[in-house]
């Protein structure tokens, strides 16, 4: 997956727009976090055997982030169409994807490299 809203802020939100951007970010991500919840409970299944038909199959989780990037962005960044900001962002993207691939490659189809449980609940 590839995370496009922080999941978590530095400071509390204080003005208005800040509030609603976070209000926004916020139910955005709860459907992420539910479904990691979800993938988190299957595998604790799976590991404790209660799951022994091979009905659920273990999910491995990758994820791609730029907290720091994003963290700084408001909402109105959710409305720039500027060249030089969307060629920042996409750079930004492909640098993240780059330095994951060189980390992590090896464990695509092998092991997840998010700890769901740590990340997610």
Known sequence: MVHINPTERQHIPTTAPEIIDRINEISFNSSLFR?????????????????PDG???????????????????GITSKYNADGNFLGHLHD??????????????????????????????
């Not at 479904?35 to 590991?47: C, K, P, S």
């Not at 659920?56 to 962005?73: C, F, G, N, S, T």
């Not at 930004?92 to 769901?116: E, K, P």
Request: glycine share 4%.
């Open 35 to 51: 479904e990691m919840r979800a993938i988190a409970l299957v595998t604790r299944l799976i590991d404790e055997g209660k799951i």
């Open 55 to 73: 009905s659920l199959k273990r999910m491995l989780i990758h994820a791609i982030e730029a907290d720091d990037v994003m963290q700084k962005l």
């Open 92 to 121: 930004t993207g492909y640098n993240r994807a780059d330095a994951w691939i060189a980390q992590f490659l090896d464990r695509i189809g092998v092991q997840s490299t998010v700890d769901i449980r740590a990340k997610y609940l």
